[in-house]
């Protein structure tokens, strides 16, 4: 995974296009954007007010398309909002949000699924499978994998303390496979006196 393209731009440029209410309730420690490709079909599951997916949707451009769900309609109405300013700051409209819980998406409507099997190349999980129970966690990773194409990539970003070994645990669980991970050398937090560090593990579903 190490032979991803940098962006095109630095962060500072991408974020100007993104209004300030989207940054002030932007709840994400990760970087997904950058492991995103031009052309690409990317997914934020819990993506609150939309910063990553509108900065992942500078990154995709006009030939790419990124979809945030979220099961908060508070969250979803910042994002919402400011949908179409951002669209006119970066010359293109390819972000749609969706509020709904990650594990219905797959769940059968009248027109089926809320959104297709296999049809992205990059999953995002920023700040998610963290606050969750394991059960939860599962369906969740089974929901990402799901949805991302044979040889699609998972970019998990949380909040990490000595539940690391049970992170990877849970996405080997789930059929994953190529792991990396990166950890900031620097506590984001400590809650109940363990530090907690910014983590992001990368992992891709089997190729076809």
Not at 126 to 154: H, K, N, S, W, Y
């Amino acid at each position: 995974m190490s032979d991803l393209p940098s962006p095109p731009r630095t962060h500072a440029e991408l974020l100007a296009a993104i209004p300030a209410e989207v940054l002030e309730h932007d709840c994400g420690c990760g970087s997904a954007w950058r492991r995103a490709r031009e052309g690409e079909t990317a997914i934020d599951l819990g993506c609150g007010s939309g910063k990553t997916c509108f900065l992942l949707s500078q990154v995709v451009g006009r030939s790419g398309s990124v979809i945030g769900v979220d099961a908060s309609a508070e969250m979803l109405d910042v994002a919402r909002f400011h949908q179409e300013a951002v669209a006119r700051a970066v010359d293109g409209a390819n972000v749609r949000f969706i509020e709904a819980r990650i594990e219905d998406l797959g769940r059968a409507g009248g027109s089926g699924p809320l959104v297709a099997d296999g049809c992205a190349d990059l999953v995002v999980l920023d700040c998610v499978l963290t606050f969750v129970q394991a059960r939860e966690r599962g369906a969740i990773l089974a929901e990402a994998m799901r949805l991302l194409r044979p040889g699609g990539r998972l970019e998990v970003a949380d909040i990490v303390g000595a539940d690391l070994e049970g992170l990877r645990a849970s996405l080997e669980g789930s059929g994953f496979e190529h792991f990396e991970m990166e950890r900031s050398d620097v506590a984001h937090r400590v809650i109940d006196g363990i530090p907690r560090f910014a983590t992001t593990m990368r992992a891709r579903r089997k190729p076809a």
